[in-house]
């Protein structure tokens, strides 16, 4: 990261002091396809982020991490706060993968996060805020509750696979009507609840629960009218009762 020094004028009483302010610009390693990988980057818990300056200006898809074999980019992100977002706030595609990330907050103007492969315990999304997010994906973290991701109303596809949720209540996803996929694979998942009511996703075409705990699932209070796919391989259900024309029209294909 380059560093630069841009004088600030402080005024204490009646003296005036010059101050020397210091700034890292965040550079692009690679760029490929309208994508900027970022040079090698280290943010810790006790990071000043408040001096770092992306090239958010001129890319709206930036990635952090190892993505390619001929240049190194490994890249560390402990935390990734709302102050370091602020940093790249013009950025529309955000990929992090493999940055040994504990925690998250959610950038409330991304369409599109991928930051898969990481040690994600800690996801904070702001029930005051309105979340342009589309997709995304948090595979293979070590994620154990998602009641707060009903604040993603706009969520599209939903990629949780292969954290460590036990549990999932599907009331969650009746807060984003416009989800299409939701992919639960291997997690440790023994019970899928429907809280209270009907859950109807008038837009959700397939839904993997592969490989998790479930002894049964309760499909009476589903009402998927477009869901085409079911993959439930890999759990020790014995009977499942989809019999139901209404709630799944669309139904071709389930794997038990």
């Not at 991701?149 to 599907?170: A, G, I, R, W």
């Amino acid at each position: 990261m380059a560093n630069c020094g841009v004088l600030t004028l402080m005024i204490i009483g009646s003296l005036c002091v010059f101050v020397r302010a210091r700034y890292s610009h965040v550079a692009c390693q690679v760029v490929e396809n309208k994508w900027c990988t970022v040079q090698r980057l280290r943010i810790t818990a006790r990071t000043d982020v408040r001096g770092l300056v992306f090239p958010d200006d001129r890319y709206e898809k930036i990635r952090i991490g190892q993505f390619y074999d001929f240049v190194n980019t490994d890249s560390t992100i402990v935390i990734f706060s709302s102050e370091l977002f602020y940093r790249m706030r013009r950025v529309r595609y955000l990929q992090m993968n493999g940055v040994r990330m504990v925690g998250l907050d959610v950038p409330d103007t991304v369409l599109e996060l991928d930051v898969a492969d990481n040690w994600l315990s800690r996801v904070y999304i702001d029930p005051e805020k309105s979340y342009a997010l589309r997709k995304l994906i948090m595979r293979n973290n070590l994620l154990t509750t998602i009641s707060s991701f009903k604040y993603l109303n706009m969520l599209e596809e939903l990629d949780l696979s292969e954290n460590m949720l036990h549990t999932v209540n599907f009331d969650v996803f009746s807060f984003m009507p416009y989800i299409r996929t939701i992919n639960l694979a291997r997690n440790r998942i023994f019970s899928a609840t429907a809280g209270n009511g009907v859950i109807s996703l008038g837009y959700l075409e397939e839904a993997n629960l592969a490989e998790n705990q479930l002894t049964k699932l309760d499909v009476g209070v589903w009402l998927f009218p477009s869901l085409s796919m079911l993959n439930l391989t890999g759990n020790p259900i014995k009977r499942l009762n989809l019999s139901s024309q209404q709630s799944f029209p669309r139904l071709k294909s389930v794997l038990l």
